[in-house]
């Protein structure tokens, strides 16, 4: 249990060769449920062919090939079994809710007189990652869908400048005021986000298609203090806590071709959303050097949470079977246990020999965005 903890910790899946494992075994069955394909379409009738002069609008049939509809996923009408997508996703995070953690300390009175280190003053760079899209599709102008992406991760750090005795520890943390002074103070903030899909998308004409399916959804948080005391020799005190959200739920969506259906050039937009299940937890730890106590606590408290997605891509057609794809993506996730918001999480006043941790609080919420970049191909 103490590996899962520690694994959980750094942002690492130790599901993952279980999830590719049924993934190919699900892929393999539905090569045997496609419902036709033109390689063979000798058993269907042929259309008649329209005379192109004599009604212009009229779509133009010649055999020996049926007529081909461009659409979602095959926007060029060539029928594919398989489509693919490997894109670099380049995303940021927005900055944390606002929790105050350490105060300026007034060197006369030795009360606080003013904001020092807020969460809200972690603002995380950029963080890449893959994200591999498989596309079955079912010979109905429908596919199933498998979706993976991994992020990690979001960083930032921030270092207050040394005041000698400067700074105080905000009466959030630990739900309690502290009169402790610190001589410098650091905090750091890394997050890890991952998703898997399991989406059926259904026939549809033309340039939209709805889609529905399973998708499961990590957030990990990991935040962390070094606190330097006005003592010489003394090691900083440390305090750090590390939450975990597991997000299972149903999605629905729709997935469309805005503009340039049939054509080269065109831009594709996308939108899913679903009330998820999230099993979320947070592990916690401080040392204390002046008592030499190192403490520690876990807790978990299952939420109901909110998963939302969308997208605007552009994509141009190098060939009738590859395309190479741009644009933005969005992400908005509500009821999570964030790191930062459990610093003033407690049912009791703690002091320093208590335990560090209360509750977990499951009210946070985090916006991701960024650009998207990648191929596409059919097959």
């Given at each position: 249990m103490e590996g899962?903890?520690?694994?959980?910790?750094?942002?690492?899946?130790?599901?993952?060769?279980?999830?590719?494992?049924?993934?190919?075994?699900?892929?393999?069955?539905?090569?045997?449920?496609?419902?036709?394909?033109?390689?063979?379409?000798?058993?269907?009738?042929?259309?008649?062919?329209?005379?192109?002069?004599?009604?212009?609008?009229?779509?133009?049939?010649?055999?020996?090939?049926?007529?081909?509809?461009?659409?979602?996923?095959?926007?060029?009408?060539?029928?594919?079994?398989?489509?693919?997508?490997?894109?670099?996703?380049?995303?940021?995070?927005?900055?944390?809710?606002?929790?105050?953690?350490?105060?300026?300390?007034?060197?006369?009175?030795?009360?606080?007189?003013?904001?020092?280190?807020?969460?809200?003053?972690?603002?995380?760079?950029?963080?890449?990652?893959?994200?591999?899209?498989?596309?079955?599709?079912?010979?109905?102008?429908?596919?199933?869908?498998?979706?993976?992406?991994?992020?990690q991760s979001f960083t930032a750090t921030k270092t207050l400048p040394t005041v000698p005795a400067g700074y105080l520890q905000s009466d959030a943390?630990?739900?309690?005021?502290?009169?402790?002074?610190?001589?410098?103070?650091?905090?750091?903030?890394?997050?890890?986000?991952?998703?898997?899909?399991?989406?059926?998308?259904?026939?549809?004409?033309?340039?939209?298609?709805?889609?529905?399916?399973?998708?499961?959804?990590?957030?990990?948080?990991?935040?962390?203090?070094?606190?330097?005391?006005?003592?010489?020799?003394?090691?900083p005190e440390t305090y750090n806590t590390s939450t975990f959200n597991d997000l299972y739920g149903w999605q629905f969506g729709a997935d469309s071709i805005l503009l340039g259906l049939g054509t080269p050039w065109r831009l594709e937009g996308l939108a899913k959303a679903g009330v998820f299940y999230n099993q979320a937890g947070q592990a916690s730890s401080a040392f204390y050097p002046l008592d030499g106590k190192s403490l520690a606590v876990r807790t978990a408290k299952p939420a109901t949470a909110f998963v939302g997605e969308v997208g605007v891509t552009g994509v141009y057609d190098i060939a009738d079977w590859l395309s190479v794809r741009a644009g933005y993506a969005a992400f908005w996730l509500d009821g999570l246990a964030l790191a930062t918001n459990q610093v003033n999480q407690c049912s009791i006043c703690n002091s320093p020999l208590a335990d560090p941790q209360g509750p977990t609080h499951v009210g946070g919420g985090v916006f991701v965005q960024g650009i998207t970049l990648g191929l596409e191909g059919r097959w």
């Open positions: 899962a903890w520690q694994a959980r910790a750094t942002g690492e899946f130790d599901g993952w060769q279980w999830l590719i494992g049924v993934t190919i075994v699900i892929l393999v069955v539905l090569g045997f449920v496609r419902r036709a394909h033109s390689e063979d379409i000798s058993a269907i009738e042929l259309p008649i062919a329209v005379d192109a002069v004599a009604d212009p609008e009229a779509t133009l049939c010649c055999p020996p090939a049926p007529c081909r509809v461009p659409h979602v996923l095959d926007p060029l009408g060539v029928d594919p079994v398989w489509s693919g997508r490997t894109e670099a996703l380049l995303l940021w995070r927005d900055v944390p809710q606002a929790v105050q953690i350490y105060d300026i300390r007034d060197a006369g009175t030795g009360l606080a007189a003013g904001s020092a280190l807020n969460a809200s003053n972690l603002a995380s760079g950029m963080a890449a990652g893959p994200r591999f899209t498989i596309f079955r599709h079912t010979g109905d102008d429908g596919a199933i869908e498998f979706n993976y992406f991994r992020v943390f630990f739900c309690c005021p502290s009169t402790t002074p610190y001589s410098s103070v650091t905090g750091s903030l890394s997050s890890a986000f991952q998703s898997f899909e399991l989406n059926r998308r259904f026939p549809t004409d033309g340039g939209f298609q709805w889609l529905t399916g399973f998708r499961w959804v990590e957030w990990n948080d990991t935040f962390g203090l070094s606190s330097v005391l006005p003592v010489p020799g003394v090691a």
